[in-house]
């Protein structure tokens, strides 16, 4: 009976690798025609609106000074206010802001340790929407890194007929480590095209919090920063919200950058951990779903009983996968990935989305959370 079951499990790990595969190749095929910005997006803006960029902070990250200082020289013709907002005087990132202010008159600082609800990040946006000056707000969360045409290319982005928000797929960027490497590879060969492949057949509608613009109309239509204030996927939220008002959320052909700055194991694991819970709460049918992008991890579990056949079957999957990674550079301009550490990139990815369909608990910001069957936030404990 045992033997049988080996057997089974086996063959359907086998079965779901071979999918897999082909999920692979159907996703670099999906990468090499998402359409590359129009050059008319990046250039011209007759009516250059004036715009503010909210930048929710905690804590000195590496190369924030840089990240920061990208938002203040953007070539755009309009004004552009940058409003960074920290819940503590005594946070890492004052010091950066205050030198950014001495040479960049159209930033601010906002220190409010007032407490909205139980998302940290949103809870800092309320606190700061108040001394945002323009109708446009980009919200830009700390490790976004960004070019010179950035808020050119947002604000043509929302100015197209019928769109009510602007939201920005992102590549990842490795800081320094090993830890580092490994989360900005799980955005490059996973997450990036994972996305570009459900957005080209439909699969789902994204809105994506790593940059999201939108004007302050719209934002009180949909109930201000407060009706998100407990949500784990406050930007899902906010993209379900803006549809249901009518308007859409469109995603441009370029993406922004996202810095990965994981420096251990433990630090890694808590983040990609709460990636994966926040797509079950967003999409739980589709999450189960997901089990077809890990087929080198699948073939492995299979090797024990099928041997020559799965190892063959992992050899193939890792091809596929160097495959995607080699579109992704293509179409994104990103550096040559680290193919070397794809097996165990994947191996973790699968780990972590196994651990993901047990449990609704999430690490964020020093703080445990459960996440409830709504996608809300529920305390947990608070560590020291």
Known sequence: MIAVVVELFSDICL?????????????????????????????GNPAAEPVTILKPLRGGEPDLLRRLVGFCRQDYPGPVQVVCGVCDRADRAVGLI????????????????????????????????????????????????VGEDYVRKIVAALRKPGVGAVSCLYRGIASAGLWSRLSALAINSHFLPNAVLAISFGLTEPCFGASLAL????????????????????????????????????????????????S???????????????????????????????????????????????AMMAALAFACRVALCLCVEQVFKLDM????????????????????????????????YHVTGDGRLAADRRHA
């Open 215 to 262: 004007r302050r109309s719209t934002l009180r239509r949909i109930g201000g920063f407060d009706a998100f204030k407990d949500m784990l996927a406050d930007d899902n939220a906010i993209g379900q919200a803006v549809r249901a008002i009518g308007l859409a959320v469109t995603i441009p052909e370029f993406v922004v950058g996202h810095v990965c700055h994981a």
């Open 337 to 368: 990935q680290r193919y070397w550490l794809i097996p165990l990139r994947d191996v973790l990815s699968f780990a972590t989305f196994v651990w993901g369909l047990f449990g609704n608990s999430v690490s964020w910001r020093g703080a445990t």
């Open 264 to 310: 251990s194991y433990r630090e890694l694991l808590a983040h990609d951990l709460r990636v994966a819970r926040t797509i079950k709460s967003v999409d739980r049918i589709g999450y189960y779903g997901l089990i077809v992008t890990h087929p080198f991890a699948l073939a492995l579990l299979a090797v024990p009983h099928a041997g020559a056949d799965a």
């Open 98 to 145: 205050e030198f950014i202010r001495a040479r960049y008159a159209a930033v601010d600082l906002v220190i409010d340790s007032r407490r909205h609800g139980l998302n940290p990040k949103v809870s800092n946006l309320i606190n700061m929407l108040p001394y945002a000056r323009h109708d446009i707000v980009i919200l830009a969360d700390s490790d976004i890194d």
């Open 15 to 43: 079965a779901t690798a071979a999918l897999g595969c082909l999920y692979l190749l159907v996703a670099a095929a999906a990468v090499l025609r998402f359409p590359r910005a129009r050059t008319s997006d990046t250039i």
